[in-house]
């Protein structure tokens, strides 16, 4: 049974900057499209930082360019989201997620709603708030 095991939410004043993990176990992350994905209140859940299979290609909303990095480490077989520059509106429960390099696109991952996605971790809150 594959497992997605997020930690590194939290909470941080504007301006600030967490690093969110998510250890993933039975699955070659490599040869995955991989994304984080961020649902805030009263919002739909939306794609922020996505990384194409083999690391083909990647993929960035347009508010967190610049402040977010996505990176996987196939060794640990671990995905990564570098937040920097935190703002009020980062704030929402975040999710990993991935997609078994069917679509090889980032960008399609992380915007196109008929995307199905394979594997999601269990979501952890991070609250950017002074």
């Not at 594959?2 to 967490?18: A, D, K, M």
């Not at 993929?59 to 977010?68: A, L, W």
């Not at 671990?78 to 009020?88: A, D, F, G, H, R």
Request: hydrophobic share 30%.
């Amino acid at each position: 049974q594959w497992t997605f095991v997020e930690s590194g939410g939290g909470s941080v004043q504007p301006g600030g900057s967490l690093t969110l993990s998510c250890a993933i176990s039975r699955l070659t992350l490599w040869d995955y499209n991989i994304g984080w994905f961020r649902q805030s209140p009263g919002k739909e859940r939306e794609g922020v930082s996505c990384l194409g299979d083999r690391d083909r290609s990647t993929y960035d909303k347009e508010s967190v360019k610049g402040r977010f990095t996505i990176s996987r480490d196939s060794a640990k077989n671990t995905m990564y989201l570098q937040m920097n520059s935190l703002k009020p509106e980062d704030t929402g429960v975040y999710y990993c997620a991935a997609e078994a390099g069917r679509i090889h696109s980032a960008a399609r991952m992380c915007s196109d709603p008929g995307v199905r996605l394979d594997y999601w971790g269990q979501g952890i809150q991070v609250t950017v708030s002074s």
